[in-house]
């Protein structure tokens, strides 16, 4: 670990644990629970869809199982403090993951566009079972949650700062992931699969545990939704949206990275919410994100930060180009012999 890059997290953890002591009103705090939410999804869903390039599209159905397992697990309205649905959001994600592996052993036998079709697949079962398990999930009718017990002058605290542990740990295995050899088996499976288990990568055990981690995660953030929302529906729940928006996200910023689903989700989610205030229901963000989507297939295909990444690398190299061309000008310049009288003479010109 590089002191640049221990500078960078640690001031970017401190200003999020700062920020909601500056006062913010409520409106501005909801914005950036929500803005975390999808944060930490993104850099979740980077793991399968940006190091091991399979284009999950599934994610949602774990929010939402997420979502109810909380649900199912807290029945009972009364709440001693109010933060004990918390600390059974590791249970929640285990749940996630173990119900992750075995669609993840079936999913991940094809790839690419048949993956994304299988993933999405997967999601609209979950959520036609939410629709349909009405003694688990409440049906159409929805599913209440305990209501929390927080003051109404600091209720959205305690799930801002759950959030960003949540975004700490998504980002923590990110970062553990590009400087291990998991991050490198995951990348050499995206670049050349087949070649990548010729030389010896077991691709099924990493792309499997990558993507139970993952849904694990998204699982987490679904039941801190719920417990937020305090009554969830299926088709919120489990909505295919929430999954286009962690793709679009990811992509926006630069899916490989470690700061790019963040980037993403600043942007993108920060601009819904704002629409959603300014314009009420009407679901304009819709356009703006199919507009953006557009924008980066045509100008950002790799995303932000690579872009600006290799542009400013581009940069250094012609900045080394033109250093070396005038180094050797100079070289030249100071080798050449002086003229003398002897070379004047040669060439027929008269003596000094």
Same mark, same amino acid.
């Given at each position: 670990?590089?002191?640049?890059?221990?500078?960078?997290?640690?001031?970017?953890?401190?200003?999020?644990?700062?920020?909601?002591?500056?006062?913010?009103?409520?409106?501005?705090?909801?914005?950036?629970?929500?803005?975390?939410?999808?944060?930490?999804?993104?850099?979740?869903?980077? +793991?399968?869809?940006?190091?091991?390039?399979?284009?999950?599209?599934?994610?949602?159905?774990?929010?939402?199982? #997420?979502?109810?397992?909380?649900?199912?697990?807290?029945?009972?309205?009364?709440?001693?403090?109010?933060? /004990?649905?918390?600390?059974?959001?590791?249970?929640?994600?285990?749940?996630?993951?173990?119900?992750?592996?075995?669609?993840?052993?079936?999913?991940? !036998?094809?790839?690419?566009?048949?993956?994304?079709?299988?993933?999405?697949?997967?999601?609209?079962?979950?959520?036609?079972?939410?629709?349909?398990?009405?003694? @688990?999930?409440?049906?159409?009718?929805?599913?209440?949650?305990?209501?929390?017990?927080?003051?109404?002058?600091?209720? /959205?605290?305690?799930?801002?700062?759950?959030?960003?542990?949540?975004?700490?740990?998504?980002? #923590?295995?990110?970062?553990?992931?590009? !400087?291990?050899?998991?991050?490198?088996?995951?990348?050499?499976?995206?670049?050349? /699969?087949?070649?990548?288990?010729?030389?010896?990568?077991?691709?099924?055990?990493?792309?499997?545990?990558?993507?139970?981690?993952?849904?694990?995660?998204?699982?987490?953030?679904?039941?801190?939704?719920?417990?937020? /929302?305090?009554?969830?529906?299926?088709?919120?729940?489990?909505?295919?949206?929430?999954?286009?928006?962690?793709?679009?996200?990811?992509?926006?910023?630069?899916?490989?990275?470690?700061? *790019?689903?963040?980037?993403?989700?600043?942007?993108?989610?920060? *601009?819904?919410?704002?629409?959603?205030?300014?314009?009420?229901?009407?679901?304009?963000?819709?356009?703006?994100?199919? +507009?953006?989507?557009?924008?980066?297939?045509?100008?950002?295909?790799?995303?932000?930060?690579?872009?600006?990444?290799?542009?400013?690398?581009?940069?250094?190299?012609?900045?080394?180009?033109?250093?070396?061309?005038?180094?050797?000008? @100079?070289?030249?310049?100071?080798?050449?012999?002086?003229?003398?009288?002897?070379?004047?003479?040669?060439? *027929?010109?008269?003596?000094?």
């Amino acid at each position: 670990m590089r002191v640049p890059s221990i500078l960078r997290g640690g001031g970017f953890v401190a200003v999020l644990l700062l920020l909601p002591l500056l006062g913010l009103q409520h409106w501005f705090l909801n914005l950036l629970v929500f803005v975390l939410m999808y944060a930490t999804m993104s850099s979740a869903w980077n +793991l399968v869809g940006g190091f091991a390039g399979y284009p999950s599209l599934g994610h949602a159905a774990f929010f939402g199982i #997420g979502a109810y397992s909380l649900a199912l697990m807290f029945k009972d309205p009364v709440l001693a403090n109010g933060y /004990e649905p918390f600390f059974v959001l590791p249970v929640v994600g285990l749940i996630g993951a173990l119900i992750g592996w075995p669609i993840a052993l079936i999913s991940m !036998r094809t790839r690419a566009d048949v993956f994304a079709i299988v993933t999405i697949t997967f999601l609209f079962v979950v959520q036609t079972l939410a629709f349909n398990l009405h003694d @688990l999930t409440g049906g159409a009718q929805g599913a209440a949650l305990p209501v929390p017990p927080f003051p109404a002058a600091s209720f /959205e605290l305690p799930f801002y700062y759950v959030l960003v542990l949540l975004l700490c740990l998504a980002m #923590g295995l990110t970062f553990a992931t590009m !400087r291990s050899k998991l991050g490198l088996s995951l990348v050499s499976i995206r670049a050349d /699969e087949d070649k990548a288990r010729g030389i010896g990568v077991r691709t099924t055990g990493v792309k499997v545990l990558a993507f139970s981690v993952s849904v694990g995660i998204t699982a987490m953030v679904g039941g801190v939704w719920a417990y937020y /929302e305090g009554f969830i529906y299926p088709q919120f729940a489990v909505d295919p949206l929430v999954t286009i928006a962690m793709v679009l996200m990811t992509f926006l910023g630069g899916r490989g990275t470690l700061w *790019g689903p963040v980037l993403g989700a600043v942007i993108l989610e920060a *601009g819904q919410q704002y629409l959603t205030y300014q314009l009420g229901a009407v679901q304009l963000y819709l356009i703006v994100y199919a +507009l953006i989507f557009l924008m980066i297939i045509l100008l950002l295909p790799r995303g932000i930060l690579p872009t600006i990444e290799d542009r400013l690398r581009q940069r250094r190299r012609r900045q080394r180009a033109d250093a070396a061309t005038a180094d050797a000008a @100079l070289d030249l310049t100071a080798g050449s012999d002086p003229v003398t009288t002897d070379h004047v003479d040669a060439l *027929g010109g008269g003596t000094t």
